[in-house]
């Protein structure tokens, strides 16, 4: 801004030495808001400064030489090429307003981009998120599956099912042999029992019949011997 400000006012002075020489009149030095409009206008026309500031000199030049121009055919001349240099001008103007539409193109495309990456920072936390979440299914499914492993190796040392039914159906058989001979050994036993009664009836029938007959033979002894001892009449 210093630099354009210093070439604003070399052209300015320029512009008054050039015009004290060939105007009759001293043109007076620009205002401060006159200068700064011109500033303006400056920027609009320079754009990224490819030689404008040359195309504004030589266009100042032309002005004062068109002004100063002795006959019809040279001021013809300043004339076209004043205009011609009115038309670089204008298309450098244009060009910068281009660039300046871009530019908004481009900011608007960025504000566009910026909010794609939001976005997608937005979604990459989600899938974070989602991420942490099956990690820690994971690690529960290995945990599982690693105490699954353990009982799957104890298992493997005991019988599978159908050895194991099979060993249960044979021990069915055999408890129920054992219940079968359970029974018959209990019925005989029953039975003893019930000939133990008969043969304990039978002797005690037995030893109160040998008991009668020897108090029997005690009574008959005793007559016998009353009879020996008493006298015959």
């Not at 500031?53 to 030489?65: A, E, G, P, T, W």
């Not at 974070?128 to 529960?140: D, F, G, N, S, V």
């Amino acid at each position: 801004m210093v630099k354009k400000n210093n070439t604003l006012q070399e052209i300015e002075e320029e512009m008054h030495h050039v015009a004290s020489e060939n105007l009759p009149f001293h043109p007076p030095l620009l205002t401060p808001l006159l200068r700064d409009e011109v500033i303006r206008k400056r920027l609009l026309i320079d754009g990224d400064g490819a030689g404008d500031d040359r195309r504004i000199n030589l266009l100042v030049k032309s002005f004062i030489k068109w002004c100063n121009s002795g006959s019809q055919e040279e001021g013809y001349s300043q004339y076209q090429r004043m205009l011609s240099t009115l038309s670089q001008c204008e298309f450098s103007m244009g060009k910068t307003l281009l660039v300046y539409d871009m530019n908004l193109r481009e900011m608007e495309n960025y504000e566009k981009i910026y909010k794609e990456i939001e976005c997608s920072i937005a979604g990459a936390h989600e899938k974070i998120a989602e991420c942490k979440k099956q990690i820690l299914q994971a690690k529960r499914i290995r945990k599982n599956r690693q105490e699954y492993d353990a009982l799957a190796k104890v298992i493997q040392h005991h019988p599978d099912r159908h050895e194991t039914l099979k060993e249960l159906e044979a021990l069915g058989k055999e408890l129920e042999h054992l219940s079968h001979i359970k029974e018959s050994v209990e019925d005989k036993l029953e039975l003893r029992r019930k000939q133990f009664h008969v043969l304990l009836s039978t002797i005690h029938e037995l030893q109160q019949t040998l008991e009668n007959d020897e108090k029997l033979s005690e009574v008959e002894e005793a007559q016998e011997t009353s009879m020996e001892t008493d006298p015959k009449p």
